[in-house]
């Protein structure tokens, strides 16, 4: 039996809370004992860490992820050095991905790219590639520097990889490729879970996701946190968060607020259920115009009401009650108090399907079929 070997370079750590990667990694994986994926995470930066305060470490190095009979690894590096020192820094995380996949004893592995400033890794292991693009991070707001990375990381991977794979309709439009949107485990999400413990009394108003400045409306948190206060309910928000220390702090401290930060995937179904009404306080701007938020589908599996701004996916899902950002707050109170039925929509789609799909793009660049 041949092996298939991937090299995942993920935007995220392999770890409790799951995103796209994770769901398609672990489909391949459980679906075909061919398969096998060396995830590369984020590196670890003990500098930065330093003069952010917080505990610095080195990375994990390569390691064997349990569950998967040896066939998942993940490897951590450590970004020893500043990005000013521009190539340098990023050709050393590149030759720790070499060395892991001999280590490995692989010879011809396929990279899935979902991380773009990863992008030296195909031209370090010489190997076929598939961009899968998950956000448009040149639309994203940062830094010159980082901005001017990211534009040439982007267009040199549009260039040269072997296929594109997008995850929304816009995003199709602007960078083409195959699009091939998010889902859900459907079953898991419909199983009744029971009531979280640490879940203030209702009204809930519930939002799951990372906390993160590029989707998350913090002004409109507070608001709509204030609005829930109004009536004794709470705003909750279930996922890590990675907000700048200035904003976290703002939103933990206003009233109505509980911030529960990440949990578990197999915890969160449980969260959802028992909202009264799941929320999408997110920024309507360019960027977030080119998601297809996990949520979504998440939101529609478990069937409670949804109330979101005007952004893409949610604008244009049936059951869902769109509503401007200056009265998201009151929309989500009426909708946190009138005791909505759970719907179960029909037309949700599971991991299963889209893992399936991902292979047969994976299993076709890695034999030289399909379009470049």
Same mark, same amino acid.
């Given at each position: 039996?041949?092996?298939?070997?991937?090299?995942?370079?993920?935007?995220?750590?392999?770890?409790?809370?799951?995103?796209?990667?994770?769901?398609?990694?672990?489909?391949?994986?459980?679906?075909?004992?061919?398969?096998?994926?060396?995830?590369?995470?984020?590196?670890?930066?003990? *500098?930065?860490?330093?003069?952010?305060?917080?505990?610095?470490?080195?990375?994990?190095?390569? %390691?064997?992820?349990?569950?998967?009979?040896?066939?998942?690894?993940?490897?951590?590096?450590?970004?020893?050095?500043?990005?000013?020192? &521009?190539?340098?820094?990023?050709?050393? *995380?590149?030759?720790?991905?070499?060395?892991?996949?001999?280590?490995?004893?692989?010879?011809?592995?396929?990279?899935?790219?979902?991380?773009?400033?990863?992008?030296?890794?195909?031209?370090?292991?010489?190997?076929?590639?598939?961009?899968?693009?998950?956000?448009?991070?040149?639309?994203?707001?940062? &830094?010159?520097?980082?901005?001017? %990375?990211?534009?040439?990381?982007?267009?040199?991977? *549009?260039?040269?990889?072997?296929?594109?794979?997008?995850?929304?309709? %816009?995003?199709?439009?602007?960078?083409? &490729?195959? *699009?091939?949107?998010?889902?859900?485990?459907?079953?898991?999400?419909?199983?009744?879970?029971?009531?979280?413990?640490?879940?203030?009394?209702?009204?809930?108003?519930?939002?799951?996701?990372?906390?993160?400045?590029?989707?998350?409306?913090?002004?409109?948190?507070?608001?709509?946190?204030?609005?829930?206060?109004?009536?004794?309910?709470?705003?909750?928000?279930?996922?890590?968060?990675?907000?700048?220390?200035?904003?976290?702090?703002?939103?933990?401290?206003?009233?109505?607020?509980?911030?529960?930060?990440?949990?578990?995937?197999?915890?969160?179904? &449980?969260?959802?259920?028992?909202?009264?009404?799941?929320?999408?306080?997110?920024?309507?701007?360019?960027?977030?115009?080119?998601?297809?938020?996990?949520?979504?589908?998440?939101?529609?599996?478990?069937?409670?009401?949804?109330?979101?701004?005007?952004?893409?996916?949610?604008?244009?899902?049936?059951?869902?009650?769109?509503?401007?950002?200056?009265?998201?707050?009151?929309?989500?109170?009426?909708?946190?108090?009138?005791?909505?039925?759970?719907?179960?929509?029909?037309?949700?789609?599971?991991?299963?399907? %889209?893992?399936?799909?991902?292979?047969?793009?994976?299993?076709?660049?890695?034999?030289?079929?399909?379009?470049?």
């Amino acid at each position: 039996m041949t092996s298939r070997t991937v090299v995942l370079c993920s935007l995220e750590p392999w770890d409790d809370v799951w995103r796209r990667n994770q769901y398609l990694a672990h489909g391949l994986l459980t679906s075909d004992p061919r398969w096998r994926v060396l995830v590369v995470e984020p590196p670890a930066d003990p *500098l930065h860490a330093a003069l952010s305060g917080r505990a610095v470490r080195k990375g994990n190095g390569l %390691r064997s992820v349990p569950g998967y009979d040896g066939r998942l690894h993940a490897l951590q590096s450590t970004k020893w050095l500043p990005r000013l020192l &521009g190539d340098t820094v990023d050709r050393a *995380l590149d030759r720790a991905v070499v060395q892991a996949v001999r280590h490995l004893g692989w010879s011809s592995p396929t990279v899935w790219i979902n991380d773009p400033r990863r992008a030296g890794v195909v031209s370090a292991l010489g190997a076929p590639a598939v961009y899968d693009i998950t956000d448009d991070w040149v639309l994203a707001d940062r &830094g010159p520097r980082e901005s001017e %990375r990211l534009r040439r990381t982007d267009a040199w991977l *549009l260039e040269r990889a072997d296929r594109v794979v997008v995850c929304s309709p %816009r995003l199709q439009a602007t960078k083409g &490729g195959t *699009l091939l949107t998010n889902a859900v485990e459907v079953d898991r999400y419909r199983t009744a879970a029971p009531r979280p413990g640490d879940l203030p009394p209702s009204p809930i108003a519930l939002y799951c996701g990372t906390l993160h400045e590029d989707r998350l409306d913090v002004d409109l948190c507070i608001t709509s946190a204030a609005a829930m206060a109004a009536i004794g309910g709470s705003l909750v928000l279930v996922g890590p968060d990675a907000l700048d220390p200035a904003a976290s702090g703002r939103l933990r401290a206003a009233t109505g607020v509980v911030v529960l930060g990440a949990r578990h995937r197999d915890e969160v179904p &449980g969260y959802l259920q028992h909202a009264d009404v799941l929320v999408v306080p997110h920024r309507v701007d360019a960027f977030t115009e080119t998601l297809d938020p996990i949520k979504l589908y998440e939101y529609r599996a478990v069937g409670r009401p949804v109330v979101s701004t005007p952004v893409a996916g949610f604008r244009d899902a049936p059951g869902v009650e769109i509503a401007p950002v200056d009265r998201l707050a009151s929309v989500a109170v009426e909708a946190a108090t009138s005791s909505r039925a759970t719907t179960h929509h029909a037309d949700v789609p599971d991991w299963r399907d %889209r893992a399936r799909e991902f292979g047969e793009i994976l299993a076709e660049v890695a034999d030289g079929r399909g379009p470049r």
